[in-house]
């Protein structure tokens, strides 16, 4: 999910690879799909259990992308869909989150844009600054912007 706040700042998740705790990333709140529930109902959740933000204000999906990457000693495919998700709560609680997050996940943080794009930290989607610009230059877009495979 890109999670904004009332001031457009957005909600990023501090991971690393449980092994390597030197090895850092950024990442948008999110996860996998549990039994029937539907991707928005999944959101939700993940936001919910990685955050502790329950009843953000769930909007369209702004971007999709397949993904593949090594992780906690297996490889992870992943096809991603990025809803935007908007609230007005920005007190985080970290206390729903599984025992592989709460072993690669070191805190969360509100960016802004600026902060964002001033950073050489690894963020995720890789392109999340320029898609983050357009995205509150212009709107959501009309249908998702499918974005590039990553593979690493």
């Known amino acids: 999910m890109v999670l904004l706040d009332p001031d457009d700042r957005i909600l990023l998740l ?9 090895d ?30 329950t009843g953000a204000v769930l909007g369209p999906v702004l971007w999709k ?10 490889r992870w495919e992943q096809d991603e869909w990025y809803y935007l998700g908007r609230t007005d709560r920005t007190a985080t609680h970290t206390g729903g989150q599984t025992d ?6 070191s ?16 963020v995720y989607p890789t392109r999340l600054v320029e898609l983050l ?15 590039e495979t990553e593979r690493v």
């Open 100 to 105: 592989l997050e709460r072993r690669s996940v």
């Open 65 to 74: 992308r397949h993904c593949a990457f090594p992780f906690d000693g297996r």
């Open 107 to 122: 805190g969360l943080r509100w960016w802004t844009w600026e902060e964002l794009s001033a950073s050489r930290e690894t």
């Open 14 to 22: 501090h991971g690393f690879e449980p092994d390597r705790p030197t």
């Open 24 to 53: 850092t990333w950024w990442f948008t709140p999110g996860g996998g799909l549990e039994g029937t529930e539907s991707r928005e109902e999944a959101a939700r959740r993940e936001l919910a259990e990685e955050t502790g933000i």
């Open 133 to 147: 610009r357009t995205l509150l230059d212009d709107g959501p877009p009309d249908a998702p912007v499918l974005l």
